[in-house]
């Protein structure tokens, strides 16, 4: 269970006018994290996806793993995460949708929850699909002016479809 503390937004103080703005850009910031990823995979732009991480960042898909019959390991460092999303075995075509976003910021740290809508459709044959919504948890810090993610935890609450979608099966 995450619970969001007060800021300077919501805790109904007076703050000046530099740290509200601090504080929706980091909101802003950190969201366009998970944005990047999602929009980096769907457009097959490593250069985006990469941004969107820490050099060391972990995603443990797992869980949807485990739901969909599969196991992957917890994927450990951005080569390791890119290997796994951009293997030119699996052929996909996707959309990712985030919605539902959560924010709780303490000093260079954050963590974001956020529901995740995923379409998988194998390229050039649409006539299948694997469609996942999915609850993320995702742990971020401070990179200068930006935020990226070093925990990225999924786990699905419903899908439709073929699970083989998903490995190029």
Same mark, same amino acid.
């Given at each position: 269970?995450?619970?969001?503390?007060?800021?300077?937004?919501?805790?109904?103080?007076?703050?000046?006018?530099?740290?509200?703005?601090?504080?929706? @850009?980091? @909101?802003?910031?950190?969201?366009?994290?998970? &944005? #990047?990823?999602? /929009?980096?995979? =769907?457009?097959?732009? *490593?250069?985006?996806? @990469?941004?969107?991480?820490?050099?060391?960042?972990?995603?443990?898909? #797992?869980?949807?793993?485990?739901?969909?019959?599969?196991?992957?390991?917890?994927?450990?460092?951005?080569?390791?995460?890119?290997?796994?999303?951009?293997?030119? =075995?699996?052929? &996909? =075509?996707?959309?990712?949708?985030?919605?539902?976003?959560?924010?709780?910021?303490?000093?260079?740290?954050? #963590? &974001?929850?956020? /529901?995740?809508?995923?379409?998988?459709?194998?390229?050039?044959?649409?006539? *299948?699909?694997?469609?996942?919504?999915? #609850?993320?948890?995702?742990?971020?810090?401070?990179?200068?002016?930006?935020?990226?993610? *070093?925990?990225?935890?999924?786990?699905?609450?419903? *899908?439709?479809? =073929?699970?083989?979608? /998903?490995?190029?099966?």
């Amino acid at each position: 269970m995450f619970v969001t503390r007060p800021t300077a937004l919501t805790a109904g103080t007076t703050a000046d006018t530099a740290t509200i703005i601090r504080e929706l @850009r980091d @909101r802003a910031e950190i969201v366009d994290a998970l &944005l #990047r990823f999602g /929009l980096g995979f =769907d457009l097959k732009d *490593r250069d985006l996806f @990469r941004s969107a991480f820490t050099p060391d960042a972990e995603f443990d898909f #797992r869980p949807v793993a485990a739901e969909l019959g599969l196991e992957v390991p917890v994927m450990v460092g951005i080569e390791a995460i890119e290997a796994v999303h951009f293997n030119p =075995d699996v052929r &996909l =075509d996707t959309t990712h949708t985030v919605d539902n976003t959560r924010i709780e910021i303490t000093d260079d740290r954050a #963590r &974001l929850t956020a /529901l995740v809508e995923a379409q998988h459709l194998p390229t050039g044959d649409h006539t *299948r699909h694997l469609l996942l919504k999915n #609850r993320y948890a995702v742990d971020l810090v401070r990179t200068g002016d930006a935020w990226a993610m *070093r925990h990225l935890y999924v786990e699905n609450i419903w *899908r439709t479809g =073929d699970p083989k979608v /998903l490995i190029g099966a």
